[in-house]
């Protein structure tokens, strides 16, 4: 029966196939394709793709996908239709890595750059950018209510941060902070750097995972919930934080009704949209501490690309997409695609061209300075939005510092470890 | 006289009531479509600012419409949904109105066991399907990448909702003696069924397309699975460039979003006619 | 004709839902079997390693206390909204066949919410509750209406029920509409003839006559509330504070986001047996009333 029935549609499937006249492509040129994750430079890159098709002889096509990039990658390799350059996440390619990327070790490269992703030995990850996370700052808006020069720098600590809030709010901005309700910001962006700025992270999210951590008794976390506590003190949806929209907070900030949001870089695409000020930019996020980590943003490479390693993908293909990797890299006019036309801050020291929004400036300036701390790229892929959860609680005032603590607490206990 | 009146005046007051509790139904259904009306003609800043202001800050403008038609390929998107739709909606009407008149009509196990399987099948969530569809259709039999593939698997995917209304409409509303009449005259089943059957059914097959011919033509996950390719793209695929996790520019969505209802409207307000027809005058006439 | 010879049988039956069953099976039974081979894998979804691993994703799901308080928040809305949303359609096709002036006008309106999707509705909902309800709300001072319901749980949740009854109700309508106009209108005049108003007619002969729209609209409409997914995601993405989750959307993140795609499945199938369930016990219920009607 069964047999019968695949035949039956097997026929059906064939006779569709026949009927419909496939697109014809010229064989003498290769075709690769590339999957883009990162949506706000999709419209650029696909007229770069058109020029650089024409320009090198190969056909280049760009997609993208408003899917999850795990969940778009999975239905690709599972219809055996992946593509040749995909772009995900850092997280990504450690799972994806290992069975479908191939090894970039010998490409030049490699040198180049600290922020390639290495997995067991080969390079499978080329960083597209870089990114860190901070808060973000309308300068205009600050020196325009104080009426004195703003310098961010003056304002790693909290006590002078809540200094310089207090003024601003004499000033007349009453409620200078926006505060993104969002679980991906919370407990993906500013939850993790209570890790990454722990002294030997690996070995404390091993704590967090045999549940031997103290989490309300931990400085670092205390730290950076007290910054956060005054964040939410002086946030303008403070009686609705959680229902707060996160266009409507990027736009007072853009604008200047705010002054303060903790965001990262990529926010920039948000804020454009907007009539933003002329001086913004990033500074770290303002702690009590002694340990430094007040005085530089958290971040490193994002968006990775790698090249498929699978049969769909032939080795004249593999050779275009390597030779498009190293045309981003060292071709005159792939460095100021990267860095003019998609507005990133290169992952790669031998582009040396300014970067053209203020808060990537700010990203380039930490990182060329070594102040960047490194992002921690194995939590687990539920940990977001579990521990999310429990965030915009804290957030909502449903539960206090202690409760906060115990639930995330309880989260790492829960789950299996990710190994690297 | 005096009664006729009176009854007159009640039907007056109880017409003016329904018409007021048709017109406030009316106004909070319409409502978030006429703030869609209102922003697709502003830009980001003004539509985050105040969606309820009717021209924003930065004038008005009709900037979004080409904007969203040059950035999705808005033509040929509009050429790949209407074929798909069109073709996958007059499939699905034959087959399911087919299917059902045989499933009511025969109290074959075949028939039962059809007609369950279809029922349960309504049930199940697309996520289930999804990754084993790729995997056998893209992963075995490499099929993925044609219009008619997804034309099939749209028609797949809609018989049981199509035969399950179809199976309604034929159980309650056509009369087994007619049937019985025109085998009387000689007329073998299939042709009883195009002549006798069939145009009975107008209503629900007015319905079940306008219903379908929807669901096609908005559907976003399937097509997405299916057509790979830029050149294939129907209007939901092409539109979501404009959707980032990050960034989402709502005016370009709205734009995108009134261009591809447009379509679906005329074909409701044409279809309606049908609907409305009603079956019974169809009968005495037929 | 020999009507009852098997070779007739089968030649009907593959005249008339040959290509139905051919179809059917294809799309649907099929991937389906496949899918529910993949729940006895760990696969994450992408890997090119599928190891066997019993029924341990059925242990993992039963044990996933998320997903079965997902179900039971699924259940609450589900019930409300499913009654909602058809006292609402069925209320605006009887207005609408009521022969009121400009009623296709007032159907076609009543229809528009399904053609919204996505983001946009999502959007539109947000600045609905969360700005334009507010500041009646602070206007008018009532405590109530000033903090945006989509921050507290219940709040949420009433949210996403008034949402999906704007939007299915104009579907049902369509097929109540089509229910109305199946009633011959010479039963309703003679109905009318013999002494009742419009009112005992309608719910004395109409609404026994529509049993198959109210089995249809019924079960459309548990399907669908209980498989909910696209409101949910755009409306409130679980928030707050992942109290808004419903089942399906704990399904897909279970599979695609935490990457435990066995889970997942094996979770969806326990979501397709209990709505599948449901579902044909309303329509077997429906079924069996008509029969004696």
Request: glycine fraction near 8%.
């Amino acid at each position: 029966m069964k047999k019968k029935v695949s035949l039956a549609m097997a026929a059906a499937m064939a006779a569709s196939v026949m009927t419909v006249s496939a697109p014809v492509m010229a064989e003498e040129n290769v075709a690769i394709t590339i999957f883009n994750s990162k949506m706000e430079i999709q419209t650029v890159l696909e007229s770069k793709a058109a020029e650089y098709s024409a320009e090198k002889g190969v056909d280049v096509q760009v997609y993208y996908s408003n899917d999850t990039v795990a969940a778009h990658m999975g239905t690709r390799y599972a219809s055996n239709d992946p593509y040749t350059l995909s772009m995900v996440d850092a997280k990504d390619i450690y799972s994806l890595g290992p069975d479908h990327a191939i090894d970039l070790s010998d490409q030049d490269w490699v040198k180049d750059t600290v922020h390639a992703i290495e997995v067991d030995g080969k390079v499978l990850g080329f960083p597209v950018c870089v990114e860190a996370r901070g808060i973000i700052y309308n300068k205009d808006a600050i020196e325009a209510t104080t009426g004195k020069e703003f310098v961010p720098t003056d304002y790693a600590t909290l006590d002078a941060f809540k200094g310089l809030l207090d003024e601003l709010v004499a000033g007349g901005m009453t409620t200078p902070v926006g505060i993104m309700k969002e679980d991906w910001s919370l407990a993906g962006h500013f939850l993790p750097e209570i890790y990454e700025e722990q002294e030997d992270v690996d070995a404390f999210v091993a704590t967090l995972y045999d549940g031997t951590a103290d989490l309300a008794n931990n400085a670092k976390f205390n730290a950076k919930m007290d910054t956060f506590d005054v964040l939410m003190a002086n946030n303008y949806a403070k009686d609705y934080a959680i229902a707060a929209e996160r266009n409507v907070t990027e736009q007072m900030l853009a604008e200047g009704q705010i002054a303060f949001m903790f965001g990262g870089n990529w926010d920039w695409s948000v804020i454009n949209q907007y009539d933003y000020s002329e001086n913004m930019g990033m500074m770290p996020v303002p702690q009590n501490t002694e340990d430094g980590t007040n005085t530089k943003l958290v971040g490193g490479g994002s968006k990775y690309f790698f090249i498929d390693s699978s049969d769909n993908t032939s080795d004249a293909q593999r050779q275009a997409a390597k030779d498009f990797l190293n045309w981003l890299v060292y071709d005159e006019a792939g460095q100021s695609f990267v860095v003019n036309d998609c507005a990133l801050v290169p992952a790669f020291s031998n582009n040396t061209l300014e970067v053209s929004d203020p808060l990537g400036q700010s990203v380039k300036a930490y990182s060329d300075a070594g102040n960047l701390i490194p992002n921690y790229n194995y939590l687990p892929d539920d940990h977001y939005s579990r521990c999310g959860a429990s965030f915009q609680k804290y957030l909502a005032g449903q539960i206090d510092r202690a409760g906060f603590a115990s639930e995330v607490e309880a989260y790492w206990a829960s789950t299996t470890p990710v190994e690297h | 006289m005096d009664e006729n009146k009176k009854a007159a005046r009640k039907k007056v007051v109880a017409h003016g009531f329904m018409m007021a509790l048709l017109i406030v139904l009316f106004v909070i259904f319409i409502f978030p479509f006429i703030l869609v009306l209102i922003n697709v003609f502003k830009n980001m800043g003004d539509i985050t600012s105040d969606p309820l202001a009717l021209i924003g800050a930065h004038g008005f403008t009709l900037q979004n419409f080409p904007n969203a038609m040059k950035s999705m390929g808005f033509w040929g998107a509009f050429g790949n949904s209407l074929i798909v739709t069109v073709t996958s909606t007059v499939l699905t009407l034959l087959i399911a109105a087919m299917a059902a008149f045989v499933i009511v009509r025969n109290k074959w196990l075949a028939c039962t066991l059809l007609f369950s399987g279809m029922i349960a099948s309504m049930v199940i969530p697309f996520q289930v399907l999804m990754i084993p569809l790729v995997s056998l259709y893209g992963g075995v039999f490499g099929v993925l990448n044609h219009r008619v593939t997804l034309i099939l698997m749209h028609v797949g995917f809609s018989l049981s909702m199509a035969t399950f209304m179809f199976h309604g409409a034929i159980h309650t509303n056509i009369p087994l003696e007619l049937e019985e009449a025109a085998y009387i005259d000689g007329c073998t089943r299939w042709q009883t069924y195009w002549k006798i059957v069939f145009p009975l059914l107008k209503p629900t097959i007015a319905t079940v397309a306008i219903i379908d011919a929807m669901a096609f033509w908005n559907d976003y996950l399937l097509p997405s699975l299916v057509l790979g390719r830029k050149e294939l793209y129907t209007i939901p695929i092409a539109t979501q460039v404009f959707y980032g996790a990050y960034s989402t520019d709502m005016g370009l969505v709205m734009a995108a979003l009134l261009l591809a209802m447009l379509p679906i409207l005329i074909l409701y307000l044409f279809l309606q006619r049908y609907i409305v027809e009603g079956v019974t005058s169809g009968a005495v006439k037929g | 004709m020999k009507r009852n010879t098997m070779s007739y049988k089968i030649q009907q039956y593959v005249m008339f839902a040959g290509l139905a069953t051919v179809l059917f099976l294809a799309v649907v039974i099929i991937p389906l079997i496949y899918g529910l081979y993949l729940t006895f894998t760990s696969w994450d979804g992408v890997s090119t390693q599928r190891p066997f691993v019993g029924i341990a994703n059925y242990i993992a799901a039963f044990k996933d206390a998320a997903f079965w308080q997902a179900l039971g928040r699924t259940f609450i809305y589900s019930a409300i909204a499913v009654i909602m949303v058809n006292v609402v359609a069925f209320l605006l096709a009887y207005l609408v066949t009521s022969g009121i002036k400009g009623q296709n006008f007032f159907r076609a309106g009543f229809f528009i919410p399904n053609l919204i999707g996505g983001i946009v509705l999502g959007y539109v909902w947000q600045f609905v509750f969360n700005r334009a309800i507010t500041s009646i709300g602070r206007a008018l001072s009532i405590s109530s209406l000033s903090i945006p319901w989509l921050s507290t749980p219940n709040g949420a949740m009433a949210c996403l029920i008034i949402v999906s009854v704007w939007q299915y109700a104009g579907y049902m309508m369509l097929i109540y509409v089509a229910g109305f106009m199946s009633v011959s209108k010479s039963l309703m005049e003679a109905a009318q003839i013999d002494g009742c108003t419009k009112t005992q007619a309608t719910i004395n002969v109409t609404v026994p006559l529509m049993r198959a729209s109210f089995v249809q609209c019924l079960f459309l409409s548990i399907t669908r509330c209980f498989m909910v997914y696209d409101v949910n995601l755009s409306l409130t993405k679980g928030e707050p504070f992942g109290s808004s989750v419903m089942a399906a959307m704990h399904v897909y993140n279970q599979a695609f986001t935490y990457r435990n795609y066995g889970t997942g499945q094996a979770e969806a199938l326990i979501l397709f047996v209990v709505c599948a369930v449901v579902g044909v016990t309303q329509v077997y219920i429906g079924k069996k009333g008509e029969v004696e009607a």
